[in-house]
């Protein structure tokens, strides 16, 4: 788990140099830099040591011949695998790091060598021989990676603050991707906010020559394009617990201590289980957060420190504990620092302050029980839209009504809350309603907050329904649901910032629910087995049974979240005055000030529940100052 940044192209070793300075939080414990100014290439490494401690596991990492160098962020899990095959043909390693095996594995099939790794990780690799730059993204988008082209050449960053050390990369906002943040609460791939600033979307890879994008190609497609196999329930329990077995013990790879994250719910609890399975005699060191009964209750999520304490006790393990308070608003500037792009959730504090606390126990590397969800469902509109069945016979006009009826009801109760927004798009049809289960706000009210400048600057696009285009029409709408999960809700909102603030800290996280080919088989089963009626996660629950106690499996679904609303009437509140001031709003030009202010106005009688879109425009604000107004973003933030 590193950090890597580089260019190709009419750029100098000081620009090099400034790039890495800017991510310097994602690798404390080495660093190293490849300059060939003949060639215009720059390559830069910023090293957490995980594996291969030794100085054997330096980056940049050069082939034998000098031809080739690499600098890679991320971990390969079959690299022994892999090096067993390379070993066979007659290649000897110095080291036994994972970067190692990459390169060696490049040096015999090039290209193609993507297919073959099973992992997470953004990487740059630099081949002499033909002058080109490569860079590939993992399949899932655990890792990230950005890039952009100025004219003096094509730069690329683990993270965004890193590509503005580079004066002529333009800060220019686009206001497309502006309205996709406020309909999403984040931006869907390729877009950033910034319009000279795109993400190598996950799966892919591309190849630069002579300072330009040359060409880019998908090597990795989610598998939801085949409809699901027949197989009967024992069949598929047994497949999924021995799946996920593989997958966490896969994952357990390290030189270093490895935890988890443990909530208490079905999906931490299982990754905790094999990991305790596959490290006997060795106490793993858990951790997780605690928030008061009546925050809990007001954002209608379970407290997890009860369901924590029962699944540590029962798996016997360590279990340590942070509060979440309204302290942690404290950092809300330092989450906007890391997330690069500004996100309208409050989740990643959650992440910093955990991984925090794990590295003050000596813990570098947390197992996450991320995906779980995504390819299994478990969120409320999965079983919303098994829902469907009992009223999307409706003539559209009665579909109507029902939303206009629904959107009466008073925001003060989570339940009535959660009405509301089953039914708020009732009158759509096809993709364009499974789609707007991702919404935060309608497109077009979203539009409604944007200035006359840059409402007149739309181009009216559905991106999630343009990704739902991609699959056969006889796809079924739970697994076209699930692709948007693993395609954009999963790469573009939560791998985002659980790997920012995660490395804020020093931490690498791992999700074992998201191996490549435990994915694979949660996309071949029956519809049935994964949301069986108001159940989710159908199967894994079953595979569970026997493992964790049934409290544990069956327990109330929560979310990993913070009492926002609580928040907007205590520390947060003047912010959102100041910064939402119709005179600030006006300064800034991106924004209509009338329409922010209705928004505020509803949302304070209970005509709406906009905590969220509120925080997304303060968050907005916040990151304009702090990466747009400023010289140079702060590095030692």
């Not at 021995?242 to 909530?263: E, H, I, K, N």
């Not at 959107?407 to 364009?432: N, W």
């Not at 100041?578 to 924004?591: A, F, Q, V």
Request: proline share 5%.
């Amino acid at each position: 788990m590193c950090g890597i940044a580089g260019f190709s192209g009419n750029l100098d070793i000081q620009v090099l140099r400034k790039m890495s300075a800017a991510i310097l939080h994602r690798g404390p414990d080495d660093e190293g830099e490849f300059y060939d100014a003949a060639k215009g290439v720059g390559l830069a490494h910023r090293r957490l040591s995980i594996l291969d401690l030794s100085p054997t596991g330096h980056q940049p990492m050069i082939s034998e011949d000098g031809a080739v160098v690499l600098v890679f962020n991320g971990e390969i899990y079959n690299f022994r695998e892999l090096r067993m095959e390379l070993e066979a043909r007659g290649h000897r390693f110095r080291g036994h790091s994972d970067t190692e095996v990459l390169l060696a594995l490049y040096m015999v099939k090039g290209e193609d060598l993507l297919p073959y790794v099973n992992g997470i990780f953004a990487f740059a690799l630099w081949d002499a021989r033909q002058r080109t730059l490569l860079l590939a993204r993992d399949g899932l988008g655990v890792k990230p990676l950005y890039y952009a082209e100025g004219k003096s050449g094509f730069v690329f960053a683990s993270e965004l603050k890193a590509l503005l050390r580079v004066s002529e990369i333009g800060r220019d906002v686009d206001p497309i991707a502006l309205q996709h943040y406020l309909t999403y609460l984040w931006c869907p791939a390729p877009s950033t906010l910034l319009r000279s600033v795109k993400k190598l979307e996950p799966g892919c890879a591309l190849v630069v020559k002579n300072g330009r994008l040359d060409r880019r190609w998908r090597f990795y497609q989610l598998p939801f394009h085949d409809l699901p196999e027949s197989m009967s329930e024992s069949e598929a329990i047994h497949q999924t617990r021995d799946a996920v077995r593989t997958a966490v013990q896969r994952q357990m790879v390290a030189d270093v201590p490895v935890g988890a994250f443990l909530s208490g719910g079905l999906d931490s609890s299982a990754v905790v289980a094999f990991a305790r399975e596959a490290s006997p005699g060795r106490r793993l060191q858990c951790f997780t957060m605690e928030m008061s009964a009546h925050d809990a209750a007001w954002e209608g999520i379970a407290n997890d420190l009860p369901y924590a304490e029962s699944a540590a006790q029962h798996l016997d393990v360590d279990l340590h504990t942070i509060k979440v308070g309204p302290e942690m608003a404290d950092d809300l500037s330092k989450m906007i620092y890391h997330l690069d792009e500004p996100q309208g959730d409050p989740a990643p504090l959650n992440v910093l302050a955990i991984s925090r606390l794990a590295r003050e126990h000596g813990v570098k590397v947390l197992l996450s029980g991320a995906g779980g969800d995504d390819i299994f469902t478990g969120y409320r509109r999965h079983r919303a839209l098994m829902v469907e069945r009992y009223w999307s016979w409706m003539p559209r006009a009665v579909r109507a009504g029902i939303a206009e009826l629904t959107a009466s009801l008073p925001t003060s109760s989570p339940a009535l809350r959660q009405l509301r927004k089953a039914f708020q798009y009732a009158s759509y049809e096809g993709d364009r309603r499974l789609a707007s289960y991702f919404y935060w706000l309608r497109p077009d009210l979203a539009e409604e907050l944007l200035s006359s400048e840059f409402s007149r600057r739309l181009v009216h696009e559905e991106p999630l329904v343009a990704s739902l285009g991609e699959l056969p029409d006889d796809v079924p709408r739970l697994n076209r649901m699930l692709y948007l999960e693993c395609k954009h809700f999963l790469a573009d909102h939560n791998l985002n910032y659980t790997d920012k603030l995660s490395m804020a800290a020093g931490v690498e996280v791992r999700v074992p629910l998201l191996d490549r080919e435990l994915v694979a088989l949660a996309a071949r089963l029956p519809i049935q087995y994964k949301q069986r009626g108001a159940e989710g996660k159908w199967i894994f629950k079953k595979a569970m049974e026997g493992l964790l106690p049934r409290e544990i499996i069956y327990r109330p679904k929560t979310g990993f979240g913070v009492p926002l609303r609580a928040w907007l009437r205590g520390p947060l509140k003047g912010a959102i005055r100041d910064i939402l001031s119709p005179d600030s709003l006006r300064r800034r030009g991106w924004l209509n000030s009338e329409a922010v202010g209705r928004l505020l106005a509803d949302n304070l009688s209970g005509g709406v529940d906009a905590a969220y879109p509120l925080f997304a425009l303060l968050c907005i604000e916040l990151w304009a100052q702090m990466f747009l107004d400023q010289h140079d973003v702060d590095a030692d933030r």
